[in-house]
């Protein structure tokens, strides 16, 4: 079992930054890939960035150069940095662990990030 634990978010305004954090209850970062995902009330949940296993990103279209996501082994902590918010970034943000080899998936209980004037 792996539990996943997100703080940072909250209320900011638009052009501002909010940088969220993962924080995983154990060594994970080398065989699981880490995501951070997005919903809003009544949407699907979508994929906002990720970090494999090897250290390869990939972001969603809307935050590409905006978001980076980066991971600290040291503290089993995995990052999404958020800047030049827009409004439409309003979201529950929700943290994922991954391991497409055995099928384990985790994700954390999410954090509301509002970006409003």
């Known amino acids: 079992q792996v539990q996943l634990v997100e703080s940072g978010g909250g209320l900011v305004q638009p052009g501002g930054s909010l940088r969220l954090s993962c924080a995983a209850s154990r060594s994970i970062f080398s065989i699981y890939a880490m995501g951070w995902y997005r919903q809003v009330l009544g949407k699907q949940r979508e994929l906002v960035a990720r970090l494999t296993s090897g250290g390869t990103t990939n972001y969603a279209d809307s935050v590409k150069g905006r978001f980076t996501i980066s991971r600290d082994n040291a503290k089993n902590t995995v990052y999404l940095q958020m800047n030049s918010l827009k409004p439409e970034d309003t979201a529950v943000y929700y943290c994922?662990?991954?391991?497409?080899?055995?099928?384990?998936?985790?994700w954390g209980q999410g954090t509301q990030v509002t970006v409003s004037s």
């Open positions: 994922n662990a991954h391991n497409a080899i055995y099928g384990y998936e985790y």
